[in-house]
């Protein structure tokens, strides 16, 4: 921070990325962040995690070792990791749970977070939409489910489109019930807002689910953040996260 603090320095933000090869130098991340917040320097703490079994199998597929442990005791490196950077995660800004993502939905959680935190009268609320038979999205503060509505996955026209297709859309978001639901479903998070504002949480994520995150559920994230997309405190995203899968 003092390197690009310089006269002269074009550098508006930095980041610092720290892992468990850091090893000693995690000893003295508390008393540098003390430092830095001393000095009037804003800082903000994403981090980085994934289940047991995730990170087995990347240690598996990349063939490298873990750097607490020897490749025969992975286990016991990982939670020796856990262990390590407990205290850290504890004090996080932001934990995201990168088990189920490629590098590519993993850098648009990132920009999200980040930009959750330039946020200050505002908040970003990311509407995700999944299939149930893929699981629920770990990260969702909410879950909504579509699967009271009739499935287009049984009409031969609609069953090859998807949400984000206008003839889907028409047969999901036309209906009577869908009117109902998203009226209702703006009107609760309308509620929750300023509250969670309040409380210094500047990014939600509502979860939309039907059977298989293709139709249904993309119809309708689409349509509450169009609608919530109106509201002045609001910053609206769209992720979905199973509308390709087809398994």
Known sequence: MELFSLEGSRVGKLAVVLDARGGEHFGHLDEALRELARLG???????????????VARYQSTRRSHPLAAADELPRGIAQERRLLAGLRERADAVIDTSGLNVHDLRHRIQETLLAGELSNQILVTFLSFGYKFGVPT?????????????????????????????????????????????????????????????????????????????????????????????????????????????
């Open 139 to 247: 990260e969702a503060d909410m879950v909504l489910d579509a699967r009271f509505l009739p499935n287009p996955h049984w009409i031969s026209e609609l069953r090859p489109l998807t949400g984000l297709d206008e003839p889907v859309q028409d047969f999901v978001v036309a209906r009577p019930e869908s009117h109902g639901f998203l009226e209702r479903a703006a009107e609760l998070l309308r509620f929750l807002m300023p509250l969670y504002l309040a409380e210094h949480k500047t990014q939600l994520v509502v979860a939309v689910g039907c059977t298989g995150g293709r139709h249904r559920s993309v119809a309708l994230a689409q349509a509450l953040a169009s609608i919530l997309g109106k509201e002045t405190m609001v910053v609206t995203n769209v992720r979905h996260r199973d509308v390709e899968r087809s398994g």
């Open 41 to 55: 320097v804003h800082t903000r703490i994403v981090f980085l995690e994934a289940s047991d079994e995730a990170l």
